[in-house]
Every structure is written in structure tokens, then in C-alpha cells.
T-cell receptor
Framework: DAGITQSPRHKVTETGTPVTLRCHQTENHRYMYWYRQDPGHGLRLIHY???????DKGEVSDGYSVSRSKTEDFLLTLESATSSQTSVYFC????????????FGPGTRLTVL | EDQVTQSPEALRLQEGESSSLNCSYT??????LFWYRQDPGKGPEFLFT???AGEEKEKERLKATLTKKESFLHITAPKPEDSATYLC????????????FGTGTLLAVQP
């Protein structure tokens, strides 16, 4: 298994509060991704990173920001959570040595009340 | 618009009853096509990568094939432990390798 952990694994929060989700990898891989998974939509890319301090937007980036200050950590922040951001969030890393496949973490289930 | 469509949405099989799942895509500049398995409450688990029409990959009871417009995941003599959601994704965006996912096929194999 790829060495990817996500924290917290479950979180319930209130509308308007800030939330930060953490993804940690032990593989020293360059590319990291954040997705959300919702019924009927499949997995959708929020933001991705191609190196320390190098990030870019994905398909559904509104309301989210990211930071990557170390190779191993990629943080996803909801500045002011809304009920529409209730979802399961997955972090992924791209395989090293030129591999194209992505390997996923166990996910964080976020509920915004 | 770039899109990935999977069918059927759900499939129920008897143990040993072979079948195929379909993934059709419309993506300009396809880089690769990926199959994943996802169990309830877990992250997607990588199965296969396919790059060019005619390519095939096999793993145990699963075989993935690719044409210019679609991919098939063939399941031969499935067992109950093959029950899961199977996801298809295509990559684009050059070196950044962004993925577009389909909504998956929920497979249930009954003993």
C-alpha cells in the first residue's frame, strides 16, 4: 500500500467555520491531489500540487485553498465551510519513477451542519 | 466537453457468471486510462493502466481492454469477494496528469 494517511478521518463542523484537512505521504512523490466524492458525481479534482509551494486549481476549486510547505504534506482548507462541502475527501499521490497512476488515501468524511 | 461514462450503473451476478463493465470516454489528448476498485468506506485501489488501443492487462479474474473510444473490464467467473464499485478514469493535462472519473459500476456477486 502507498504510504498515504489522511487526518482527521471523520469531522462534523458548523457552517461558517474554517476546516483544514491533512494529507501525509511517506513516498517522497512530487505530485499530490485532492478530490471530493459525491453520489452521482464520482471523484472530482479540487486542487493539485506539482512540488513544494507549487499548486494549481482543479475542476471544483471554489471555496477551497491548499498549501504545500513540505514534500510530504498537502493541506486542504475550507475557509468558511458550507453545507454543499459535505462530502468525502480523498488525497492521492502520483506514482514515482514516471508512473501515471495515482494512489489514494483512506479518505476523510466531512459533514457541515 | 471531456467526459467519462460507465455502464451499467449497477450489476448483480451469480458466482461464476462472467460479464463485462464498460467505460466510454470523450477526451482530447488522452494520456492514459485507469481502472480502480473501491470498497465501501475506503479509498480507490489501483487496478490497471492502459495507454493505447488494443492494449490488454490481466490480474486474477479481471482483464481490462482498450479501444479508441472505450474500455472494458471483463470479469471471469467472479467470486463474492469481487463485489465492489469499479471506477474508470482518464488522464489529461500533460505532465500534471489530472484525472476525470466516471461515476462507477456497483458490482454485487452473489454466492
Amino acid at each position: 500500500d502507498a504510504g498515504i494517511t489522511q487526518s482527521p478521518r471523520h469531522k462534523v463542523t458548523e457552517t461558517g467555520t474554517p476546516v483544514t484537512l491533512r494529507c501525509h505521504q511517506t513516498e517522497n512523490h512530487r505530485y499530490m491531489y485532492w478530490y471530493r466524492q459525491d453520489p452521482g458525481h464520482g471523484l472530482r479534482l479540487i486542487h493539485y500540487s506539482y512540488g513544494v509551494k507549487d499548486t494549481d486549481k482543479g475542476e471544483v476549486s471554489d471555496g477551497y485553498s491548499v498549501s504545500r510547505s513540505k514534500t510530504e504534506d498537502f493541506l486542504l482548507t475550507l475557509e468558511s465551510a458550507t453545507s454543499s462541502q459535505t462530502s468525502v475527501y480523498f488525497c492521492a499521490i502520483r506514482g514515482g519513477q514516471g508512473r501515471d497512476e495515482q494512489f489514494f488515501g483512506p479518505g476523510t468524511r466531512l459533514t457541515v451542519l | 466537453e471531456d467526459q467519462v461514462t460507465q455502464s451499467p450503473e449497477a450489476l448483480r451476478l451469480q458466482e461464476g457468471e462472467s460479464s463485462s463493465l464498460n467505460c466510454s470516454y470523450t477526451v482530447s489528448g488522452l494520456r492514459g486510462l485507469f481502472w480502480y476498485r473501491q470498497d465501501p468506506g475506503k479509498g480507490p485501489e489501483f487496478l490497471f493502466t492502459l495507454y493505447s488501443a488494443g492494449e490488454e492487462k490481466e490480474k486474477e479474474r479481471l482483464k481490462a481492454t482498450l479501444t479508441k473510444k472505450e474500455s472494458f473490464l471483463h470479469i471471469t467467473a467472479p467470486k463474492p469477494e469481487d463485489s465492489a464499485t469499479y471506477l474508470c478514469a482518464v488522464s489529461w493535462g500533460g505532465a500534471t496528469n489530472k484525472l476525470i472519473f466516471g461515476t462507477g459500476t456497483l458490482l454485487a456477486v452473489q454466492p
